[in-house]
């Protein structure tokens, strides 16, 4: 069970997807298919670790077009094959806590329509930091992420 959405400190998304929740599934713990998807253009997803199990490792590397370089270290929580992947990166791999926690990512893939309800819930630990990720455009970006999802999952 996900519980309430807090708007004090959650951030919401929802897509419906054409495809079916075993794709959508394997293009998030797939890392060379997560590359091709999880960072907006014209950043890119340069490496990517996913262990989908309770305490695996969830690592992404994003690169922008001048050469930036923004390593996400975070833990899986939760997988539910083709269901529900929640991951943080308020632990490492083996649930070690991390130096600078920053926010929690709750993924259902639900049938619907002949295709998947794609929704993303991402929870902060203040209102500050929720109000961070809005202002560094969580909307736009992780919109943008979620229909290059779509694109790559409706052609696989």
């Given at each position: 069970?996900?519980?309430?959405?807090?708007?004090e400190v959650d951030l919401?998304?929802?897509?419906?997807?054409?495809?079916?929740?075993?794709?959508?599934?394997?293009?998030?713990?797939?890392?060379?298919?997560?590359?091709?998807?999880?960072?907006?253009?014209?950043?890119?997803?340069?490496?990517?670790?996913?262990?989908?199990?309770?305490?695996?490792?969830?690592?992404?590397?994003?690169?922008?077009?001048?050469?930036?370089?923004?390593?996400?270290?975070?833990?899986?929580?939760?997988?539910?094959?083709?269901?529900?992947?929640?991951?943080?990166?308020?632990?490492?791999?083996?649930?070690?806590?991390?130096?600078?926690?920053?926010?929690?990512?709750?993924?259902?893939?639900?049938?619907?329509?002949?295709?998947?309800?794609?929704?993303?819930?991402?929870?902060?630990?203040?209102?500050?930091?929720?109000?961070?990720?809005?202002?560094?455009?969580?909307?736009?970006?992780?919109?943008?992420?979620?229909?290059?999802?779509?694109?790559?999952?409706?052609?696989?």
């Amino acid at each position: 069970m996900t519980p309430a959405i807090n708007p004090e400190v959650d951030l919401t998304l929802t897509r419906q997807i054409k495809a079916s929740p075993a794709t959508l599934w394997k293009c998030f713990i797939t890392p060379e298919l997560l590359c091709e998807w999880f960072v907006p253009a014209p950043w890119k997803c340069a490496d990517a670790v996913i262990e989908p199990h309770p305490g695996g490792r969830f690592f992404s590397l994003f690169k922008g077009p001048e050469g930036e370089e923004m390593a996400n270290e975070g833990a899986v929580l939760l997988a539910e094959p083709e269901h529900r992947l929640v991951f943080t990166d308020f632990f490492k791999a083996g649930f070690v806590p991390n130096e600078t926690p920053f926010m929690l990512a709750d993924i259902t893939l639900t049938p619907k329509d002949g295709g998947t309800e794609y929704k993303a819930i991402v929870r902060h630990r203040t209102p500050e930091d929720c109000q961070k990720h809005a202002d560094m455009g969580f909307d736009q970006g992780w919109g943008a992420a979620a229909d290059q999802l779509a694109t790559l999952a409706e052609n696989l």
